[in-house]
């Protein structure tokens, strides 16, 4: 094996630049201050750094970069990222987020608020494939309904943030879905299924809790309810699904959400809907870029033997539990906590799946671990730890929405800690079917 652990050290520079620089701005009491110097750019030095390392020729170098970047999982993770966003930008352009929000409030019972409140965030973030974007719709509506009832803050927007959580895990037009299912080779239904084995139990826990915790309150009066924007989440959900492939599923759900803008409104034309595909696309900018550049940091790491180093470090770390752990079991192991680990230090869910998407696929190789299972894990574990950082944008989001204290609001999000309880004990029990198909 090509071990180098100095190939690793442009992963170490740029994770050093991305964390730095936010805890800089953090002491400086800038908002969001973990997202001022965006990850494509904090990635350039170390692109630089890994050309200085590299041997060869430069243009043999250059040539590593430029496969990692054009290598197929990369770019049909863009294809699909693209087609997401411009889904994401016009299904709430034409009324379909506020549609979906309204008709979830008017199904709530009085005596369920915060379950019903969960269940609604939960469904609309597996439709809209965003936490952010979800967060953003529900969190306002949270607020009021906290104020209309005698519902504890911290709690109802702990809520808010566990079912965009729950949705950002198990929606198969998240960036998180999306990139850990094309890194470890699978489907996008079948990890799908994997991960609801976990999140199911870990979402009705929440939801018994919540249950206790809930004082009745009074619904906000909702408007008339337009249930045909509403069609396209419905439509990309049963697609889904039913298992075809994720590209003609947007492709579609973009078609149907057209066809309802059109349709439906005076003010909607050919020339808006363009205008909002092109936001889409505009709105996916950040990880589509990163995407291609960490995919030729990766290649070049991979040539000079620093994922061949981690791998063997991280079998250093799991093999005092040989005996104990069966050889799938510590595939699994070294796989959640790599992931984990990276999104603690990168504050970003699907920035974390990209980096340690090949090492993943390593390890799941040499451990014998499914491919469903391996995408499985790395989404569920990137999600529970993405939903408990005080720094993460899912917290500093819905804690400024609310206008309460992200390390305050931290302690209230239930769902995430029994999310990764569950995984763990997936994990440790041997869940049955997780061997390689």
Same mark, same amino acid.
């Given at each position: ?31 969001f ?5 965006s ?12 050309m200085?390392?590299a ?21 049909t993770m ?11 930008s016009v ?41 952010m ?5 529900i ?5 009021g ?23 950002d ?42 249950? %206790? ?6 619904v906000?009066?909702q408007?008339?309810i337009e ?10 959900l049963v697609?889904a699904?039913s ?12 078609? %149907? ?69 069966s050889s ?14 990276t ?6 869910n699907?920035?974390?799946?990209? %980096? ?18 391996s ?28 206008? %309460?204290s992200?390390?305050?609001l ?19 029990a041997?869940?049955?079917?997780n061997?390689?198909?």
């Amino acid at each position: 094996m090509n071990t180098r652990p100095l190939a690793l050290l442009p992963l170490l520079l740029f994770l050093t630049m991305f964390i730095g620089s936010g805890l800089y701005y953090q002491s400086q009491n800038t908002d969001f201050a973990f997202y001022q110097i965006s990850a494509p750019v904090a990635i350039l030095p170390a692109i630089v750094l890994a050309m200085l390392l590299a041997r060869g020729s430069l243009n043999e170098r250059i040539e590593t970069f430029t496969r990692g970047v054009g290598d197929q999982t990369i770019i049909t993770m863009v294809l699909i990222y693209l087609l997401a966003g411009a889904f994401a930008s016009v299904s709430k352009a034409i009324g379909g987020v506020d549609a979906t929000v309204a008709l979830g409030l008017q199904l709530i019972p009085s005596s369920l608020l915060l379950p019903g409140l969960f269940v609604i965030t939960a469904l609309i973030a597996t439709a809209m494939g965003t936490s952010m974007g979800t967060i953003a719709a529900i969190a306002p509506v949270a607020v009021g309904l906290t104020e209309a009832t005698e519902l504890p803050l911290l709690l109802t927007i702990g809520t808010v943030v566990g079912g965009a959580m729950f949705g950002d895990n198990l929606s198969i037009i998240s960036d998180t879905t999306i990139a850990a299912t094309r890194t470890q080779g699978c489907e996008m239904r079948d990890k799908f299924r994997m991960n609801l084995i976990i999140a199911a139990p870990a979402a009705l826990l929440t939801l018994i809790f919540l249950y %206790i915790e809930s004082d009745s309150g009074q619904v906000p009066e909702q408007t008339s309810i337009e249930l045909l924007k509403v069609l396209p989440y419905i439509a990309v959900l049963v697609m889904a699904i039913s298992g075809l492939n994720v590209m003609l599923v947007l492709v579609s759900g973009i078609a %149907i959400a057209a066809v309802v803008g059109l349709t439906q409104s005076t003010d909607y034309n050919i020339a808006q809907l363009a205008k909002d595909i092109y936001a889409g696309y505009s709105n996916m900018q950040e990880i589509l870029i990163l995407s291609m550049l960490i995919g030729g940091l990766g290649a070049m790491m991979k040539q000079q033997g620093g994922l061949d180093f981690l791998t063997e470090m991280i079998n250093r770390i799991t093999h005092r539990r040989k005996n104990q752990l069966s050889s799938v079991r510590t595939g699994e192991l070294s796989i959640s906590t790599a992931v984990a680990l990276t999104n603690a230090a990168t504050a970003n869910n699907t920035v974390a799946i990209v %980096i340690s998407g090949a090492l993943a696929r390593d390890i799941a190789n040499r451990h014998s671990v499914d491919p469903r299972r391996s995408a499985s894990l790395m989404d569920i574990f990137s999600c529970a730890v993405q939903g408990l950082l005080p720094y993460g944008a899912q917290i500093l989001l819905a804690s400024s929405i609310a206008g %309460i204290s992200p390390l305050s609001l931290v302690g209230s999000i239930h769902y995430c800690v029994l999310l990764g309880i569950c995984a763990l004990i997936s994990i440790m029990a041997g869940r049955p079917g997780n061997q390689p198909r």
